[in-house]
């Protein structure tokens, strides 16, 4: 039985502070949350890519409001972010779910050691 209750509603305000606090897309924090409740991983990811569409918009709305927003950076970004987006929904789409999941990790894994060896070289 998928949990549908408080355990999980707790879980994803964890992960939607976080979200807010850290700025990293919400699916580091979905995805692995529901896919150890149980959830199909094609059925994670797609809910996880959904849900950042209110997440992403509600937290970059208040800290584009207090001036933390680059509009030539946002553009930069925005436009291959989006176009890569709907190639990597639609080979997610055809990919088997150990293959979405073993990549996740090796991603995770590269992004988190990246941000650490940049946050301990700041500090030295």
């Given amino acids: 039985m998928l949990d549908y209750g408080p355990k ?3 879980l994803m305000f964890l992960a939607g502070f976080a979200t807010g ?3 990293f897309g919400g699916g580091i924090y979905y995805v692995p949350i529901l896919i150890t409740l149980g959830y199909p991983t094609h059925i994670a990811v797609g809910t996880s890519s959904a849900q950042m569409i209110f997440t992403a918009g509600l937290g970059s709305s208040v800290l584009t409001i207090h001036g933390n927003m680059n509009w ?14 709907w ?9 088997p779910p150990y293959m979405l999941r073993l ?3 090796i991603l ?10 940049e946050s301990l070289l700041h500090i030295f």
């Fill in 8 to 10: 999980l509603f707790i």
């Fill in 21 to 23: 606090i850290c700025g």
């Fill in 72 to 85: 030539k950076l946002f553009l930069a970004i925005g436009i291959p972010t989006t176009v890569a987006s």
């Fill in 87 to 95: 190639f990597g929904a639609k080979l997610a789409h055809k990919s």
């Fill in 103 to 105: 990549v996740y990790a």
């Fill in 108 to 117: 995770i894994v590269i992004v988190g050691l990246y941000v650490a060896i």
